[in-house]
């Protein structure tokens, strides 16, 4: 009897068990459903589903050109997907996605069956697009030994209640707008952008089958890091869809027959096209943001709201600009090092790598830290491996800080911006020559002396005040005697007759630059009226009031520079180049629409205008500009004006066309660096090639033929006339004979109302 009972209590115990595991399983399941393991998001907070969106930055042909994110994401919609995508995703991650609701019960149990209780990991996982969706939106937790099956469980029942929310296609196109793909990627557009350099809606059958086998596994299935492991990858997919009558057997080897080939688009924030230029729209993002708001009153973020900027910029131009700035940047930099060799000033022990030393944030935070200079000496003079920057590529050298420092102090820059001239919109922008390794922005933070550049405002303000084109000014040099002796001297060239007794028409004058005439233009016209038609043209910074100011002793911006010239070309009004259109928010609502200041009166007639385009259009026919005419061979329709600073500090070109204005600069970021040479450092040997390497690329694009066949607008024949004069005149016998050599006077001194070293031109 005894034994009946042990039996018979032994079986109730048996039949217990596996009601105190579902008691024990009902029990676990409730407690996460009622969220003791943490919140679970409801219907409402799911109907409302929001993720960070990375801004997209486009130019002006709503090409993307970059993105500012914390996580690379950005969505479309579901017509967007070509259908071999989504057939794709549905024979490789859920077969039977159209069939459940969420959770696939069979999978759950084949699971079960094979990969926990036989340990067949080939067997495959059991979730489906709908919980992979929940873990993509909500993440994973970690809760210890518990963890996978607490968010097993949690993304089970996420699931129910999307699939109680969403429809299938609704489902698809979140699942693809949120899943994480190779590089920290998320979502198939940004997928499709980086890896192909194309929208979704264009990926071919082999692309798309491409990123969704990387899904898989988007480390090991890299398609830029493995690229033959993700072509098999590939192929299995296609083989999924063949399986589930996606595809036929000839659609699926023809697919298979395909070379994986990628065109990698990577939007970092040194790298890539436009990285000055992009820096810079995140400054002004931050300007513009700050006065919108939201519906509930909060602010935008640029790095989560999934911003659309629209740009003024034309990527293909800033590709072939960036382009001749290389080739360029890379031919004189090395000219410039062979020209000093070991003497070179950063090599040297002395005032500039010292001073530069003691500015490093390296010696500022050795010598907070309480260490002498001997110790800070000791410490910078450690020698590490490093990764610098090469024209050839990047290298790895063992310096120390000081040797990185003299490798870096020898290094030219550059900055150039293009414009279109009668609305201000910036087409073409680079800061420097490298980002990553230079951050300083010359087009919009640098001023740097502008050199001969000014001499057209100067001879603006003459032409402007009266003065006859024809008008004779002696090139014998000058001293200034209420200047502290102050002498501008003219570039000396073996080969030209003497300027003692040369006199020159503005016109040569100016596409010759002279410097002693551009003085006397100045000391005629006045500083004072100069620097007010400096102020017509948009100039606003603080103008030196000295006679070296027509030689360009002004520091001003690469930008302001534009804005000036583009007066000449746009009926004499100046304008302020700007950088974005407009503005919407990820649902395509208007934000922020660019509004051009209003119609400004021009700076100066249209008389001057043209006065001062034939002088420069001289300047690149035969003056100092000639070499685009005789060396690159351009045939456009081009105005300029070349530059260079004393002791050959700074090299500007500024190249005028009818529908673009380009302006170049290129020295050490070093003011006290400069070139060895003005034949070398010159701006019509170091800013102007890049100038004359943009405009080659683009004559041999039809596309960008609205700027190179343009053609000037032809000045009327009474102002022709005025321009036509000899060049140059000599003294006479007698004057050559007896007259002084060089003259000294105070700068402002007048005679009989005019100087005495003006001449005008036989009536």
Not at 105 to 129: E, H, P, Q, W
Not at 131 to 155: D, H, P
Not at 224 to 240: C, G, H
Not at 558 to 587: F, H, R, T
Request: glycine letters at 6%; hydrophobic letters at 35%.
């Amino acid at each position: 009897m005894l034994k009946r009972i042990n039996v018979s209590g032994r079986i109730k115990i048996i039949l217990l068990i596996p009601v105190l595991i579902l008691l024990c399983g009902l029990i676990f399941y409730l407690s996460i459903y009622f969220g003791a393991w943490g919140s679970i998001p409801g219907t409402d907070e799911l109907k409302e589903l929001k993720q960070a969106q990375s801004t997209q930055l486009l130019d002006k042909d709503e090409k993307l050109i970059g993105k500012y994110y914390i996580f690379d994401r950005q969505p479309v919609k579901f017509e967007d997907f070509p259908r071999y995508l989504i057939n794709a995703l549905i024979a490789t991650e859920d077969a039977r996605f159209y069939e459940h609701k969420g959770v696939d019960n069979r999978s759950i149990a084949r699971v079960f069956l094979k990969t926990i209780l036989l340990g067949d990991k080939s067997s495959g996982g059991g979730s489906t697009i709908t919980t992979q969706l929940a873990k993509n939106l909500f993440g994973r937790n970690n809760y210890g030994v518990f963890s996978i099956l607490v968010n097993k469980v949690k993304e089970a029942i996420i699931a129910k209640r999307l699939e109680e929310i969403y429809s299938k296609e609704e489902i698809i196109t979140l699942y693809l707008n949120t899943v994480p793909f190779s590089d920290n990627t998320y979502g198939i557009e940004s997928a499709s952008q980086k890896f192909f350099s194309k929208h979704v809606s264009n990926l071919t059958l082999a692309e798309a089958a491409t990123l969704i086998g990387t899904l898989k596994a988007s480390h090991s299935y890299n398609p830029r890091l493995f690229p033959e492991r993700s072509q098999l990858r590939r192929d299995v997919v296609i083989k999924q869809m063949v399986k589930y009558d996606y595809l036929s057997e000839e659609e699926a080897n023809e697919c298979i027959n395909e070379k994986l080939e990628i065109n990698y688009q990577f939007f970092n924030h040194d790298d890539g096209l436009a990285p000055y230029f992009r820096e810079h729209i995140k400054q002004e993002l931050k300007i513009i943001l700050k006065e919108l708001k939201k519906e509930d009153g909060s602010e935008y973020d640029i790095y989560k709201d999934g911003l659309k900027v629209f740009t003024t910029l034309d990527s293909k131009l800033q590709e072939y600009a960036e382009e001749a700035m290389k080739e360029n940047m890379l031919k004189l930099q090395a000219e410039f090092e062979k020209s000093y060799g070991k003497n070179a000033p950063w090599l040297k022990k002395g005032n500039i790598t010292s001073d530069v030393l003691k500015k490093s944030l390296k010696y500022q935070q050795l010598k907070a830290a309480g260490l002498s200079d001997k110790e800070i000496k000791d410490s910078l003079s450690k020698k590490v491996e490093m990764e610098v920057f090469s024209w050839n590529g990047n290298l790895m050298k063992n310096l120390s800080p000081v040797d990185s420092l003299k490798y870096y102090l020898k290094f030219l820059n550059t900055g150039l911006i293009s414009i279109e001239p009668q609305t201000g919109a910036v087409r073409a922008y680079i800061g420097g020559i490298n980002y990553k390794n230079f951050k300083y922005d010359h087009v919009s933070q640098s001023k740097r002396q502008v050199g001969s550049t000014f001499k057209p405002i100067v001879y603006t303000a003459a032409i402007e005040n009266g003065m006859d084109p024809c008008t004779y000014f002696s090139a014998r040099e000058i001293t200034y005697t209420d200047m502290e002796n102050w002498t501008p001297e003219n570039a000396t060239n073996e080969d030209e007759e003497s300027d003692e007794h040369i006199n020159y028409s503005l016109k040569y004058a100016l596409s010759n630059s002279v410097n002693t005439v551009a003085v006397k233009v100045l000391d005629h016209v006045g500083i004072d009226s100069v620097i007010a038609q400096a102020k017509r043209m948009g100039i606003t910074d603080e103008l030196p009031q000295v006679p070296s100011l027509a030689l360009g002793v002004a520091e001003i911006q690469l930008k302001d520079i534009a804005g000036a010239y583009a007066s000449y070309v746009n009926s004499g009004k100046p304008v302020k180049p700007y950088y974005i259109e407009k503005i919407e928010d990820k649902n395509g609502n208007v934000l922020f629409n660019f509004e051009p200041e209003a119609e400004k009166k021009p700076a100066f007639s249209d008389k001057t205008r043209f006065v001062m385009l034939e002088m420069m259009k001289a300047t690149v026919d035969s003056g100092t500009a000639k070499r685009l005419r005789k060396f690159y061979k351009l045939p456009n329709d081009i105005a300029g004006k070349t530059g260079t600073t004393q002791n050959n500090k700074d090299g500007w070109f500024v190249g005028l066309t009818p529908k673009l204005v380009t302006v170049t600069w290129v020295g050490n970021d070093d003011h006290r660096i400069g070139f060895k040479t003005t034949a070398m450092g010159q701006g019509a040997n170091t800013a102007l090639p890049i100038f004359a390497s943009l405009y080659q690329k683009i004559n041999a694009h039809e596309e960008f033929n609205y700027i190179t066949a343009a053609r000037f607008e032809k000045a009327d024949n009474n102002i022709l006339e005025s321009l036509q004069c000899e060049s140059i005149k000599r003294d006479g016998f007698f004057k050559r004979l007896f007259g002084k050599k060089k003259k000294e006077k105070e700068f402002g001194e007048k005679k009989k109302g005019i100087f005495s070293f003006l001449k005008k031109k036989d009536k």
